[in-house]
């Protein structure tokens, strides 16, 4: 009993102690994100990605909406209109994009896109869609959540 009690104890006391650091840990590394340098041309790759994996989900979304439950509803016309108005946040970023000298600049506007997509992963979260289209929205997701850790912003979940 008396070696039970004693490795219980050690057991509680690790995930104690491990608890009490996580935080500061993840705390460190978003604050060392922060000081991290990108070129303009390392965001401007990944936001061409976002762009052609975008444009590919949105027509595989479409696709997959017209072969489901929803196909001629309202519900349909508005997830539809949902992936058209992140394709156009994420022009206008291009649009932005292309004319600042600095990749910050365009930090409401990865802001907007992000916003954007959210709601888009809610409803691949929440819908059961063809495995192409789930793939192709996990594709659009990571390369979203690169341009929200490159602007510091709370990624995609």
Do not use: C, H
């Amino acid at each position: 009993m008396q070696k039970y009690m004693t490795k219980l104890f050690v057991v509680v006391a690790t995930l104690a102690a491990l608890s009490a650091v996580a935080p500061s840990a993840q705390a460190q590394y978003r604050r060392g994100n922060r000081n991290r340098a990108y070129t303009k041309a390392q965001v401007e790759r990944v936001i061409r990605r976002v762009e052609e994996r975008s444009d590919r989900f949105v027509r595989l979304f479409d696709e997959s909406l017209d072969r489901s439950r929803l196909n001629n509803s309202e519900r349909e016309d508005r997830l539809n209109e949902r992936a058209r108005d992140l394709e156009a946040a994420i022009d206008a970023l291009r649009s932005d994009f292309d004319r600042t000298d600095r990749y910050r600049d365009t930090q409401s506007q990865v802001s907007r896109v992000l916003d954007a997509a959210q709601g888009i992963n809610n409803v691949v979260r929440r819908r059961r869609l063809d495995a192409n289209t789930e793939r192709q929205w996990s594709l659009v997701r990571t390369e979203l959540n690169t341009l929200a850790n490159y602007y510091n912003l709370r990624p995609l979940r």
